[in-house]
């Protein structure tokens, strides 16, 4: 769609289903490889009207070190790779990789304001985009939305899914895509690296969907196995991007990452809607509307708020999520994820209905002498002045946002809004 809207034409070369083209890359001379793809294709390329996109780069990822020469001989010609396993071929480079020649961009699951352009909602989307704290957000459009925010739940935002539902109106046969992607990613074990073993690979993948929202422990996936063992695998699953660790952050401050105990962890899966199909849930078990929803409901939840902010920043930084948690022996507490803005910490809550406590939130606002959390739950938003216990019996204010679920794409515009 890029290349039709952007470009005169499009050569793309997919280095798995063709390996062979590889081999018009080795000279390393851009414009002595232009005329045998020219040749080999049967289309003129001509830089600034002709995208190249070289899919399933990780295939031949020595292709990469290439692509210097192509920004230095011919910088007006547009070149895009992409490789779903591209990070498993750049842990282990046997090659130079070209600094300062290659911009790399993060692509995560379709979003749920991009879910609603697909259903050709735009104009819900348009009233999101445009959405401002104290307007008053009818009841019939809430619902609305919520419907919208099940049907996503469970649909995910891996395109083929959505396109599938879209075509089709049937949830049907978005689980059946769903299902087959599983299967996909399990097959793809074996590309995961020699060192590494499948059947373990296998086992954390499993479970991860089970274990979202709890801090992971190995011993969860299985007692018999040994710790390094399985977090070797939860690694390559991560350089696959199949699972994303959100790890702890003392929270002192900005960078988050600067504080980090890389022991203490969460774990979120690629999709919300994958996580639904693995786990057996179905629409009737997600509705963000029940005041009553499913333990495993609650874990659905906070998938979907984890994978859009992972996401949230710019396309160029990588995605990186944290927590915050305090371990004491007699109570413990944990707030589920936690933002920057500017040099501003805030901590997230999610919750899968209208109501619950908010203990570990105040907690945190209070040690770490905070002035403003961030609630997702599934009623109106709002704007809230509140005060919280101090030493001495004295109360600290604060504000309280609280957005529904649905609009966790617009959180960092609505935060920037009220600082």
């Known amino acids: 769609m890029f290349a039709e809207t952007a470009f005169d034409r499009l050569i793309e070369i997919n280095l798995e289903r ?27 390329i001509v830089p600034g009207r002709t995208l190249l996109f070289l899919d399933e780069i990780q295939a031949a990822p020595e292709l990469l070190a290439c692509l210097r020469y192509f ?36 692509l995560g699951p379709m979003s749920f304001e991009e879910f609603l352009l697909a259903r050709g909602r735009d104009r819900l989307h348009g009233y999101l985009q445009n959405f401002e704290l104290g307007q008053e957000l009818p009841e019939s459009l809430h619902q609305d939305l919520s419907k919208e925010l099940g049907l996503f739940l469970v649909v995910g935002g891996m395109p083929a899914s959505v396109s599938a539902f879209v075509r089709s109106g049937s949830l049907r046969e978005s689980e059946i895509l769903l299902q087959s992607i599983l299967a996909t990613f399990r097959h793809d074990f074996g590309k995961y690296g020699a060192g590494v073993s499948q059947p373990r690979i296998a086992k954390v993948f499993e479970r991860i969907p089970r274990m979202v929202g709890r801090k992971f422990m190995y011993s969860q996936v299985d007692r018999t196995e040994r710790a390094a063992a399985l977090g070797q695998a939860l690694e390559r699953l991560c350089l696959a991007r199949v699972a994303h660790r959100v790890r702890h952050s003392a929270a002192g401050g900005v960078p988050l990452g600067a504080e980090v105990k890389d022991r203490s962890f969460k774990v979120l899966f ?23 929803m499913l333990v495993n409901a609650g874990a659905v939840a906070e998938q979907f708020i984890g994978q859009h902010l992972l996401y949230s920043g710019a396309l160029y930084e990588e995605p990186e999520l944290y927590f915050w948690m305090k371990q004491k022996k007699s109570s413990n507490a944990e707030v589920d994820y936690l933002v920057s803005l500017g040099t501003e910490v805030i901590p997230v809550e999610v919750k899968a209905g209208k109501t619950g406590t908010l203990k570990s939130l105040h907690l945190f606002l209070r040690e770490k002498q905070r002035d403003l959390g961030l609630r997702f739950n599934t009623d109106l938003p709002s704007l809230l002045e509140a005060e919280t216990s101090v030493a001495g019996g004295a109360q600290r204010p604060f504000r309280l946002l609280s957005l529904p679920l649905y609009m966790v794409g617009q959180s960092n515009r609505l935060l920037r809004s009220i600082y």
């Open 18 to 44: 063709d390996p062979d083209a590889a081999g018009l890359f080795t000279s390393g001379q851009p414009r002595q490889i232009l005329r045998l793809l020219e040749a080999r294709f049967e289309q003129e």
């Open 71 to 106: 920004y230095e001989e011919l910088p007006a010609l547009h070149v895009v790779a992409a490789g779903s396993l591209l990070d498993l071929a750049l842990a282990e480079p046997s090659f130079s990789m070209p600094v300062g020649r290659i911009e790399f961009l993060h």
């Open 270 to 292: 690629l999709d919300v809607g994958l996580v639904c199909r693995s786990c057996g849930l179905s629409l009737l078990d997600v509705q963000p509307g029940a005041d009553l």
